[in-house]
């Protein structure tokens, strides 16, 4: 029983890790009907904007504090706030007229890019990281469950954005133009909604979630390398399509779910395995119910 | 065997006698060669005619069918696994190589199978989730095959005998593409089209899009298989890395950026995205910047040419000049009969048809008026399956329709046209004409690939019927044009030709006078008398304008919020006092009303 709450418990801190990711990608659907898998690619920078700014450019690694953590999460959020706004300025928004096809190939242009560019500037060799002043080890007891200290602020800081999400989508001027762009963006153009200045929103917001995702799994795994964003951001996707495309609960349900359903196969059954019941929960969900757990179903007119 | 099956039989084998001693010299002369030294750009040609195999299945399913694959590195995988396993355990020595074919096509069927059982589920979802379904099945064959000692696990297969050469490749590139070419420019090619361009329409039409699509998967698994087997053999390996989902984006790219549909678009956008990260190596110093001028590349070439390379044309298109319109003939009459009893749907609380019941006789021109929200359009939808009504009974041909999809009631001799046009409109006024003959054919699939195109007296009977409608219509001219540039008042015509090839007994037509002005209307009603007297369907027709329908239908039924509120000949309906007061409104009643019934 012990064991099975520690597994959840560790289950939970990286499903909010996959939810935060997850939400960048359910936002950029809402309002684009895109699959932005430049994404994953876009938190492997924000963590590695956090070694360059904590270990090279600065001693802070060496001596971390809260101080240095919060700005070093600052500045990659702005870095990869920056980096989506581009993103959509240059890869998208010229191709917001062709088929949707073709930003997904940009998309994937993209992805290549911060790769291929992180693999050229950063080297392939992974990197240890931590801007925290707690080591992952570092815990309290609770019922017999280990809980560390990283997995808390995980869970803490997930939490606090995602009410923060909540907030502004539902009760801020720029969330309400959102859910009408979502809605319908030519019939939000027409009531005075600037599209383009939401959609760029929307972007800089789901990078800025990616960014706080990207210094909090950095910290936890300790590990920087270009290609860290591919898998996590795989998942967060599948997360996202697990909890309904398009819907914000959806995906942070979705994020929580799939990191739970990770860390209990890799812990029962094999850590190998743990890719593929990601995927296999993500057919198994859109043959039963396409739209996902929170997602509503849509049928065309004729 | 006559003269004509000999020619036909000679010119399906004929690239295959030409080109395979080619190659066999060329793999001799040239590749086997050690003083040319060309080994390396060997190794570069023949990658590029496995991305070229790769490229061009796919777009079979993404450029032809529009569905949305990217898992195409799973089909790859289990081609090259399967094949590797039966190679490494086979005769260390084969001569001709017979037994190495033999594993191939091992290997391209259990990508084909696999295709088949994916696709089963999962091709009735739409766009982006059939994408992700696909991408989830690419993955979990990799994680299963990373997984299974028996395929080696993470490490991967070693060594795989060297079996695959430049001829072999090159032989498998040319069969893929001529069963893509020979596929694409036969009517099941036309039906590949009409799902990428409109499901709905496409249904309408006869089509089974469900079938369409599983067929179009089967067939590019089987090949993406074929590419997987031979890469195997080439490389002397296979590990799962390989056949990540990145591996799949490659090929959606190759699709997207030749054009997608277009074969050879398929082809150089595959070549040049093989070479591409290979000619920069000559870079220099600079070469470590490969990969990311490579995507760069990818980005810049996608932002430039939103369309592909070579949008949905082919090469050759590029020189290929339009042919003269042609003379018109004629067709006989047939038989028709609709029997709607009692039947009412409803979605969620409301109920849009209530008990409506209709009779149509064969030749019979009947009317259905009634304001917007009526519920017109939602017994068009009941009577061609799109909904299945919530009670009472539809029977078409003498034959209950439930349970029946789209494309069934459409055999039976039902064609309809849609209030919001529906035509593929990425295909000229002659293809949506020609889609629409594609249930009345037989020729099978295999038949279409062996000979080229469709058995020729099929495919010219599909071309004299098109062009005859496209006449009638008044559409000859446009024969060749692109059906979304048509202006709209011959988009609307265009629509009644391509309902009529389907080979209708009842042909609905669902508002066809909208937009268009008075005189239009007149003329168009006079062409709807003139196309029932000529093919003998009967009709049903759809009309906001009451006045019209008065002069050209014979019978008339009048909706109101679902329910039928009147029935019978034009001057009963004309003098009915709940149809004026319903429909037309009181004072609009008093005004014109009053006089047509003192006429």
Known sequence: MTELLQHIVDGVSLGAIYA???????????????????????????????????ARWTSEALHPSWLGALGVSLFCMLVCGTTGFLIERFGYRPLRNSPRLNSLITAIGFSLLLEYGGQTVFGPNPRAFGAMPVDPGEHFTLFGVAISYLDLISIGVALLLMV????????????????????????AALMGVNVDRVISFTFVLGSVLAAVAAVLYASSYRKVEPLMGL????KAFVAAVLGGIGNVQGAMLGGLLLGLAEHLVSSYVSSSWKDGIAFAILILILLVKPSGLLGKGTAEKV | MNRTALLRAARSWLPF?????????IERKVALN??????????????IGIAIMLAVSLNLVNGLTGQFSIGHAGFMAIGGYISAVLLMRGPTDDPYRLFFLLAVLAGASAAALAGWLVGKPSLRLRGDYLAIVTLGFGEIIRVIIENTPFFGGAIGLSPIPHRADFAFIYAAVIITILVAKRLRDSTHGRAFLSVREDEVAAEAMGIDTTSVKVRAFVISAFFAGVAGALSGAFEGNLAPQSFTFVRSFEVVAMVVLGGMGSITGATIAATVLTILPEALRSLGEFAYLRMVIYSIALIVLMLVRPRGLLGTRELWDFFRRPRPPRQPGTRE?????????????????????NEFSLSVKPRELVALIGPNGAGKTTVFNLLTGVYAPTSGSITIMGRDTRGLQP????????????????LFRELSAFDNVRIACHHLTRESMAAAVRHGALSEQEEAWIAERSEELLEIMGLSQRRDELAKNLPYGEQRRLEIARALAAGPQVLLLDEPAAGTNTREKVELMELIRSIRDRFGVAIVLIEHDMKLVMGVSERILVLDHGVTIAQGLPREIQSNPKVIEAYLGEKYAKEHFGDVART
């Open chain 1, 20 to 54: 935060l990711i997850a939400l960048g990608y359910t936002m950029v659907y809402g309002v684009l009907q895109l699959i932005n898998f430049a994404h994953g690619d876009v938190f492997m920078l924000g963590a590695m904007i956090g070694w360059y700014l904590s």
């Open chain 2, 407 to 422: 494309h069934a009631i459409a055999h039976l001799g039902v064609a309809r046209t849609f209030q919001n046009i529906r």
């Open chain 1, 164 to 187: 923060a999400l909540q907030l502004i989508i539902f009760r801020t001027r720029i969330g309400t133009a959102m859910r009408a762009v979502s809605w319908n963006p030519s019939v």
């Open chain 2, 17 to 25: 006698v030409i080109a395979i001693p080619f190659l066999w010299l």
């Open chain 1, 231 to 234: 898998m996590p951001g795989l």
């Open chain 2, 333 to 353: 009459a047939s038989e028709a009969l609709i029997e709607v009893r009692k039947a009412s749907i409803t979605f969620g609380g409301l109920t849009a048809v």
């Open chain 2, 34 to 47: 050690p003083d040319l030294g060309v080994e390396y750009i060997f190794v570069n040609v023949n990658h």
